[in-house]
């Protein structure tokens, strides 16, 4: 290659926006582009002769290494993602493109940096999923955690419980006090809910100012109605919204697999029969088992 060739080879290195870098056989940096340093924070001298896996985020060391032995053995793997930490400690998700030049036993390889693209999907993701009001899962979410929660019990053994709250009173205090004091009560409720379970539950808006309360791996009726007490003791606890003190309660029905129905909407129909006695009974009330049928 003529000098002049070199000259322009390196300038569009420079100027490239993603990272081009040369790794050996033995996953030592060879060489990197300037580009490198704006995504992964380290100057070439800080990384070459160093192992390429060093800068890899630890949970995506394992499959990295497998993609490379994949790469090694002369499969090709031109696109792969993982994840690496910046110097600042900030991880950054990474779209690769690679070969591996068996004439000089190096791989070659540009690093696109799709950390914002990640981020954006993550939030859809949430979007997709979660009420927009008060954050907790949705209808949807909440049917497919159902289902997911069903599926381990069978494997597990492990009962699973579902909660279907009412709140008493939220339709008198939305018509008198307007939506906006509605929707932050909605809030303030959704947060006393979840304040009332595990990381390992799912707490969801059903619709309205009904709510369901997943409840995993917990074989005690006892725990179950102990949790469905807490939620409503948590409910009767008179709510501060713009300098109004506003009292309610709630209605809980309750539904336990495989006892009150083997799929995630026999049990959510219990679970709402259940609570629909608790609200003509009264309200502020639990309810857990229906009458017979006659």
Known sequence: MKNNE??????????????????????????VSAAFETIFGYTPAEVVGKPMIDFVYKEDREITLDTVATLLSGVSKPRFENRWVRKDGQVVHILWSVRWSDLHQVRIAVAHDITERKEFEKQLQHLVGHDQLTG????????????????????????????FIDIDGFKEVNDTHGHLVGDK?????AERLLECVRGSDTVG??????????????????????VAEKIRYKCAEPFIIDDKKLTLSSSIGLASYPEHGSSD??????????????????????????????
């Open 136 to 163: 907790l899962a949705n209808r949807t979410l909440l049917l497919d955690r159902v289902q997911n929660s069903l599926a381990s019990a069978d494997r597990t053994a492990v009962e699973l419980s579902l909660l």
């Open 205 to 226: 808006r059903f619709g309205g100012d009904e709510f369901v309360v997943v409840l995993n791996g917990i074989k005690s009726r006892a725990d179950v109605l102990h």
């Open 185 to 189: 009560l909605l809030q303030k409720i």
């Open 6 to 31: 070199l000259v322009c080879l390196t300038d569009v290195l420079e100027l490239m926006l993603d990272a081009v870098c040369v790794v050996d056989k033995q996953g030592c940096f060879i060489a």
């Open 265 to 294: 909407m026999q049990l959510i129909q219990y679970a709402d029969q259940a609570m629909y006695i608790a609200k003509v009974a009264g309200g502020n009330q639990i309810v857990s088992e229906l009458p017979p049928s006659e």
